[in-house]
């Protein structure tokens, strides 16, 4: 059974940092699209970031591009997403998810496996 466990979550002020790791198992990590979606309360799950198996290829949101970077390392099994600038906005629950696309998608549909999520509050 194809595992995402989220950690890296946490309080952070406005302006800060965060870096958010997913560890996947039992899955072929590097044939993967990995990406990272969001969902703040009462709202609809969202698109944050994207990245291809190899890591060459990366897709942002508006709302994030320039602020957020999606990395992985293949060797590790593990997906990153470096948080910086951080706004109140940002403030949600973080999934990373797993699909076999050919290219990084923002639509849920193309993604196969979800983690538990970890919360991410944003303080002003």
């Known amino acids: 059974q194809v595992q995402l466990v989220e950690s890296g979550g946490g309080l952070v002020q406005a302006g800060g940092s965060l870096r958010l790791s997913c560890a996947a198992s039992?899955?072929?990590?590097?044939?993967?699209?990995m990406g990272w979606f969001r969902q703040a309360p009462g709202k609809e799950r969202e698109f944050v970031a994207a990245v291809s198996g190899s890591g060459g290829n990366t897709y942002y949101a508006d709302s994030v591009k320039g602020r957020f970077t999606i990395s992985r390392d293949n060797a590790k099994t593990t997906v990153y997403l470096q948080m910086n600038s951080v706004i109140p906005e940002d403030t949600a629950i973080y999934y990373c998810?797993?699909?076999?696309?050919?290219?990084?998608?923002?639509?849920?549909?193309?993604?196969?496996?979800w983690g538990q999520g970890t919360q991410v509050t944003v303080s002003s």
């Open positions: 998810a797993a699909g076999v696309t050919t290219q990084p998608t923002m639509s849920t549909r193309s993604y196969d496996y």
């Open positions: 039992r899955l072929t990590f590097r044939i993967f699209t």
